[in-house]
């Protein structure tokens, strides 16, 4: 004979159990220690940034600033094509042009548009780039 104590029912004892557990206190929840010093912010760790694969850096000849390309591909882009009806090469769609100096400043040359493939003046003072920007 059963104890009248026990219910017979899985169903019920299922139920008693998840009772107990609801009853029983919550373990403190930890605080997420923080970043370590130097550590990269989660959108730029998982940016979907790339260097083209036909990259070159552009240095001055003083040292001093490099340019170089940066490319983030749209994701309305089609690449099907070996150039874009403007004649922009598709593996330039995406791309601009980002000076850096010795302290780390960067500047982004190429906010709209594509630009792409930089080089500097023999004196340092000018950069030349192609780009499709009106």
């Given amino acids: 004979m059963r104890s009248s104590a026990q219910p017979s029912h899985p169903i019920a004892r299922a139920g ?4 107990a557990l609801l009853v029983l206190p919550a373990a403190p929840a930890r605080a997420q220690p923080p970043d370590p010093p130097g550590a990269l912010p989660y959108d730029v760790g998982f940016d979907r940034q790339q260097f083209p694969w036909s990259m070159v850096l552009a240095a001055t000849p003083d040292g001093e600033r490099v340019a170089y390309t940066v490319r983030r591909i749209p994701a309305d882009s089609n690449l099907g094509a070996r150039y874009l009806p403007n004649g922009t090469p598709t593996s330039a769609v995406g791309s601009r042009i980002v000076i850096t100096d010795r302290a780390g400043r960067s500047v ?3 906010p709209g548009g594509n630009c792409w493939r930089p080089v500097w003046s023999p004196d340092g003072r000018r950069l030349a780039f192609y780009s499709d920007r009106d």
């Avoid at 008693?16 to 009772?19: D, E, P, Q, S, V």
């Fill in 16 to 19: 008693i159990a998840l009772g």
């Fill in 108 to 110: 982004d040359l190429c």
